[in-house]
Structure formats: structure tokens, C-alpha cells
């Protein structure tokens, strides 16, 4: 696997992205071929999709003289994040249509073609060639551990691919093998039994 940083145009926020190899991977009762993929090597951060939903890249003349033909979240009523916390805490209570409008925003501002993970993709990354992890604590933020609060990205052990936070802490959006939206891997209010690789949760 490699890696590189990837700093948002215009901006000092960057994020790392990791090369996962190819593989196969069993979903549901469907084996699937991966081909080598990049992935954020933790869960989009506030500080990343900021930028986005509050037009941060832009300066107060763009804002107002420049039509922005990219389709960006409504301010919000009340703090998006819960009051659980802001910088290098993960995204959450996005909409899948927010998540693909951001890769969207993200390919335009940088160039390179960014787009959500496939579930197999995710599914495969968050094994990464290994069962599941038996001590979960070590690895994820779910209800027994977690406060009843997100936390921090990477303040978990990672997985052997160096990815942070695939199961438990934020849920990730992802494309099915359908092509709709799903919910992988749970979140911090799951119980240990109920996060993991395999855990998929849909909302309309």
C-alpha cells in the first residue's frame, strides 16, 4: 500500500489517502473483485467538509458575484455536530446526496476523480485481509466505550492497512451493490455485537 496528502485548494486543511491493493470480498452472500482503490485513511473530518458547506474556498466578492454551480448544503439551524465537538471530529448527520455532492466539490477543487466507497470496497478495506477484530475497544468508539459521544478521528489503534475508525464512532456512506446509499460499519450508540464490516443500516 502507499499514500499521499491531499491539501484542499486555497486552504491549509489537508487529509491523507491510502492505497488499498485488490482482493476479493464476500458481501452478503456475494463474492465480489476489488481492484485497487484509494481511501481516506480516517472519516471526513468538519474541518474538510466545512469548506464545503460553508463555502470557505470562496472570498466574500466570490460569495456574492460568482454563481456557484455546485449544489451545497443549506446553512444549518443549530451546531451540525451535536455540541460533541468540531476539529478532527469526523462529519456526521449528513445525507448520502450531501456526502456525493462533497466528492463532487472535491474532485472540482482538486483535479483528481474522489467519489464514495462501493460497500465492497469499504467492506474490504475495513477487513483489511483479516477477520474481525476481537477486541473491539481497541479499534472503534461504540456504546460500552464511547460516552455516548462521537470522539476524535485516529485516536484508535488503526487496522493493518492503517485505516482509522471503519467500525463504530461515525457510520460510513457508501454506494450497495445496487447503487444506493448504505450505512456501513455502525456507530458509537451501536453495541459491540452490532458494529463491525458487515453492519449496513439505510435511511430515506
Same mark, same amino acid.
Given at each position: 500500500?502507499?499514500?499521499?496528502?491531499?491539501?484542499?485548494?486555497?486552504?491549509?486543511?489537508?487529509?491523507?489517502?491510502?492505497?488499498?491493493?485488490?482482493?476479493?470480498?464476500?458481501?452478503?452472500?456475494?463474492?465480489?473483485?476489488?481492484?485497487?482503490?484509494?481511501?481516506?485513511?480516517?472519516?471526513?473530518?468538519?474541518?474538510?467538509?466545512?469548506?464545503? =458547506?460553508?463555502?470557505?474556498?470562496? $472570498? @466574500? *466578492?466570490? #460569495? +456574492?458575484?460568482?454563481? /456557484?454551480?455546485?449544489?451545497?448544503?443549506?446553512?444549518?439551524?443549530?451546531?451540525?455536530?451535536?455540541?460533541?465537538?468540531?476539529?478532527?471530529?469526523?462529519?456526521?448527520?449528513?445525507?448520502?446526496?450531501?456526502?456525493?455532492?462533497?466528492?463532487?466539490?472535491?474532485?472540482?477543487?482538486?483535479?483528481?476523480?474522489?467519489?464514495?466507497?462501493?460497500?465492497?470496497?469499504?467492506?474490504?478495506?475495513?477487513? =483489511?485481509?483479516?477477520?474481525?477484530? $476481537? @477486541? *473491539?475497544? #481497541? +479499534?472503534?468508539?461504540? /456504546?460500552?466505550?464511547?460516552?455516548?459521544?462521537?470522539?476524535?478521528?485516529?485516536?484508535?489503534?488503526?487496522?493493518?492497512?492503517?485505516?482509522?475508525?471503519?467500525?463504530?464512532?461515525?457510520?460510513?456512506?457508501?454506494?450497495?451493490?445496487?447503487?444506493?446509499?448504505?450505512?456501513?460499519?455502525?456507530?458509537?450508540?451501536?453495541?459491540?455485537?452490532?458494529?463491525?464490516?458487515?453492519?449496513?443500516?439505510?435511511?430515506?
Amino acid at each position: 500500500t502507499g499514500a499521499y496528502e491531499e491539501k484542499i485548494p486555497g486552504t491549509l486543511v489537508s487529509f491523507t489517502m491510502v492505497k488499498v491493493p485488490a482482493g476479493k470480498v464476500k458481501v452478503g452472500d456475494k463474492e465480489v473483485e476489488v481492484k485497487s482503490f484509494w481511501i481516506e485513511r480516517t472519516e471526513t473530518t468538519w474541518d474538510e467538509f466545512d469548506i464545503f =458547506a460553508f463555502k470557505l474556498d470562496l $472570498t @466574500e *466578492k466570490e #460569495k +456574492v458575484e460568482v454563481a /456557484d454551480a455546485k449544489s451545497r448544503p443549506s446553512n444549518p439551524y443549530g451546531a451540525p455536530d451535536r455540541g460533541y465537538g468540531h476539529h478532527q471530529y469526523p462529519a456526521i448527520s449528513l445525507t448520502y446526496h450531501s456526502a456525493q455532492e462533497y466528492c463532487k466539490w472535491l474532485s472540482a477543487k482538486t483535479g483528481k476523480k474522489y467519489r464514495l466507497p462501493t460497500e465492497a470496497e469499504w467492506q474490504y478495506a475495513c477487513q =483489511a485481509s483479516s477477520a474481525e477484530p $476481537t @477486541e *473491539k475497544a #481497541k +479499534v472503534a468508539w461504540y /456504546d460500552e466505550n464511547a460516552d455516548d459521544k462521537i470522539h476524535p478521528v485516529a485516536k484508535k489503534e488503526p487496522n493493518a492497512w492503517g485505516l482509522y475508525d471503519m467500525i463504530g464512532n461515525a457510520g460510513e456512506w457508501c454506494t450497495d451493490l445496487q447503487g444506493k446509499g448504505v450505512l456501513c460499519g455502525g456507530m458509537f450508540l451501536d453495541a459491540a455485537e452490532d458494529i463491525g464490516s458487515a453492519r449496513r443500516a439505510y435511511y430515506q
